[in-house]
């Protein structure tokens, strides 16, 4: 996905954060996401981040799928004021 509502991907900052303490490397996440977003690291047994802007934007089915919440997003309501900025041109 290059745009997503005419934005840059790469300035939309829509991908999963991953609490390496939490993780228990069961690959749940990595099953579900076919966007190869995530990567399953054998010397960690934990799973990463690799391509974060190949996330779906306003997806959080992997972090739903956890079974330790290790994953997270950024917070809704920032991120709409966000995407609402970003929209009507009018700069942070």
Not at 8 to 23: G, L, M, Y
Not at 57 to 86: G, Q
């Amino acid at each position: 996905m290059k745009e997503w509502r005419g934005i840059p991907r790469e300035e939309i900052p829509w991908f999963p954060s991953i609490d390496a303490e939490k993780c228990i490397g069961c690959k749940a996440c990595i099953e579900f996401c076919k966007n190869d977003v995530l990567e399953y690291v054998e010397a960690t047994v934990k799973t990463v981040v690799k391509h974060p802007y190949n996330c779906v934007v306003e997806c959080r089915t992997c972090s739903r799928l956890c079974p330790t919440e290790a994953i997270s997003f950024p917070d809704e309501k920032e991120f709409a004021s966000f995407i609402k900025e970003k929209l009507s041109g009018v700069p942070r």
